[in-house]
């Protein structure tokens, strides 16, 4: 089976993720490779700039996580091959926003382009060091909305800029082939009069004991160098070493940065760097530094490090914007997902803004939103830098389980109240928002909605009270100008409807829901993700509710068992209702789907029979996947949805 159907199948299995559940805000996932270097310093930046509560795990493996892996609202990959191949293994994974920091291709680590692709199409963002990476990851197809380029980084209150004048050249980092350490020493033996410094990772500073320069097969050698000083340091010391160069060489076939290029700007080395990674971003030949083609020559080379060391200019100008500061902050800045003009959420579970925006107080989402089960449940609106929050429009639906005909809700923004109204149970409500005042207004909102309604009134133990649906709002530019403050605050608009001819009615599959209790033949027990047929024909039967009358949209959402779909399977979905029925035939992919049949209700029958059949269905054992697992696995249903067509 591929990568990219074991994605599929563990996705399918993921639990969903109440607020209760959470344990960080954001985990952060690395090779234990990883420790003391680069990666791990990324991630580390990324975290302190985001005011979120983190954890850091490392594994001992690529093709999984080897350390338990907390529950938390997202996950940043340091690395693509192990998000890949996590993806496939930990089914947690696909209920939580995912972030990747793509540093360069790099197509050695087993995971094969097709595999890779649709591994980042699922993640949320992918953050690439420079913008060459982020093209190709266009081309290969990942969506451009979800691909992200921030430069970065060093400390500019550590690497500080100084004149140059002791006609020292430097190479920084630690040993890979890929640093070209060949054409480094020839061009060190080509230019004797040239004093050279290599500065390295002590062995103390890192995990990986192979980026150490003493596993260059030809170390000896270069130690031997008359014009060569070598120094193996941790991080903290790299600034002191720094501050004595000259000129900064990188002659690497592949990089993400490389990050010292930066580091070597801001004190003011010049830089003589090969076409790979940012270079050519930072770079301008001939104005701050000098680009090396990929396939030069020693005797090209020479030239470009003598012109570098007799340049005058002044090449840290500018090179603030790439501060390690500024770098965390823009990813977690991304991470938030801001808002920005006109926007709309939508909080159906196949939607993405129920995991980036719901917070404390929210049910899983269903087909049509989340329901709130808490009297007082949170979402986040964050802003855009420069942007305020000028109109908010909540798409509600009001719950049945309320004894009284009216509910009082109050909504609050950062804990300052806004408006109170009262709703009419069950029925769409639209809640919208206008003036809103612009001093309680802060980078990242909580928009709180209060049900008031005494607890006596509610009938049943866990109350659904609202669903939430749909937002949709618009922001503004900050002018600058002082704004007037208004008495009254917020103004609100209220328009409601009752339940009609275009409500859905939708039935869950999961264990724990009512839908176990329908008529139903052909199933196994019921899962958290659903339930699996057992036969070649399964069905159950569903109520209509009497607002569903005419021609009535059925929409099954679920997946066939993965092994079966490879032999290929064909699904047919059958409604009845003993005077007429529709079928719908359709072709599976594996991966958890809408399918949609739509049916006239002729009779205005009350009841209405779902008819499942695969043509073909088997066991994890009969397949040589799990010999104890004997259960039949066929379609997997998750929830029937209707609603009347207009």
């Keep these: 089976m591929s990568l990219k159907d074991r994605i599929i199948q563990t996705a399918a299995r993921h639990p969903g993720l109440l607020d209760q559940d959470i344990a960080f805000d954001i985990v952060f996932v690395m090779h234990v490779s990883a420790k003391g270097w680069i990666l791990e310093k990324i991630c580390r930046r990324v975290a302190e700039a985001s005011g979120l509560t983190y954890s850091f795990v490392y594994s001992e493996r690529n093709d999984s996580i080897t350390a338990p892996i907390p529950r938390a609202r997202a996950y940043f990959f340091a690395h693509y091959a192990i998000y890949a191949s996590a993806l496939a293994v930990h089914p947690q994974l696909h209920g939580a926003s995912l972030f990747v920091w793509f540093t360069h291709p790099d197509f050695g680590k087993g995971i094969g382009l097709d595999d890779l692709v649709y591994a980042l199409q699922q993640a949320d963002l992918v953050f690439t060091a420079n913008a060459q990476h982020a093209s190709a990851l266009m081309v290969m197809g990942v969506p451009r909305t979800n691909i992200r380029t921030i430069y ?3 400390d500019p209150a550590l690497f500080r800029a100084r004149p140059r004048g002791n006609g020292k050249v430097a190479f920084v980092g ?3 082939e890929r640093k070209q350490p060949e054409q480094m020493l020839a061009l060190m033996r080509a230019m004797p009069d040239v004093p050279f410094l290599l500065i390295g990772p002590a062995d103390s500073s890192v995990q990986n004991k192979e980026l150490l320069w003493s596993n260059y097969s030809r170390f000896a050698e270069l130690r031997a160098l008359p014009n060569l000083e070598i120094v193996e340091g941790d991080y903290e010391d790299y600034p002191r070493y720094f501050a004595g160069i000259d000129v900064f060489v990188s002659l690497s076939s592949l990089e993400g940065g490389p990050i010292a290029l930066i580091e070597a700007m801001m004190v003011n080395a010049v830089p003589v760097v090969t076409r790979t990674g940012f270079a050519e971003e930072l770079v301008r030949h001939g104005e701050n530094g000098f680009l090396v083609s990929l396939d030069a020559v020693t005797a090209e080379i020479v030239p470009l490090v003598r012109q570098a060391l007799a340049f005058t200019g002044d090449v840290s100008r500018g ?17 938030r997902f801001p808002l920005k003009g006109r926007f709309e959420l939508d909080f159906g579970r196949q ?8 917070r404390e107080g929210w049910e899983l989402p269903e087909t049509l939103g989340a329901w709130q089960f808490a009297p007082r449940a949170t979402l986040l609106l964050p802003l855009q830098p420069g942007q305020s929050l000028q109109s908010l429009a909540l798409q509600l639906q009001t719950g049945t389980i309320f004894e009284a005909g009216t509910i009082t809700v109050r909504l609050l923004l950062n804990d300052q109240p806004l408006a109170t109204t009262e709703l009419q149970i069950g029925h769409r409500c639209e809640l919208a928002l206008s003036h809103l005042p612009p001093d309680i207004l802060q980078p990242v909102n909580r928009l709180s909605i209060e049900v008031l309604t005494p607890p006596n ?3 049943g133990d866990v109350p659904r009270l609202l669903r939430l649906n749909h937002i949709n709002g618009e922001t503004q530019p900050i002018d600058g100008r002082p704004r007037l403050r208004r008495a009254s605050g917020a103004v609100l608009a209220v328009h409601q409807e009752a339940e009609d001819d275009a409500t859905a009615t939708e039935f869950l599959f999961m264990a724990g829901e009512p839908a176990e209790d329908l008529p139903a033949f052909g199933w196994n027990e019921a899962e958290p993700n659903g339930t699996w047929s057992n036969q070649a024909e399964a069905s159950v039967v569903i109520p209509i509710a009497p607002s569903l009358k005419g021609k009535i949209r059925v929409v099954v959402n679920g997946r066939v068992y993965e092994p079966v779909r490879t032999r290929n399977t064909s699904l047919a979905i059958t409604l009845s209702d003993g005077r007429s029925d529709a079928t719908g035939e359709f072709k599976v992919d594996g991966s958890q789907q809408d399918f949609t049949v739509d049916y006239e209700n002729r009779g205005g029958r009350r009841m209405i029979q779902v008819l499942i059949a695969l043509n073909d269905i088997s066991s994890p054992s009969e397949l040589g996947i799990d010999a104890a697992d004997r259960r039949r696995l066929g379609f997997m249903l998750s929830s029937i949805t209707l609603s009347t067509l207009a």
């Design 174 to 176: 630690a040993y890979y």
């Design 152 to 154: 970065g980084g060093a």
């Design 351 to 358: 939607h993405r803004a129920a995991r980036r925006y719901l």
């Design 319 to 335: 090179t603030e914007a790439w501060s390690w500061a500024a770098f965390g902050a823009g990813i977690s800045q991304a991470m």
């Design 457 to 459: 009134l509610l009938i």
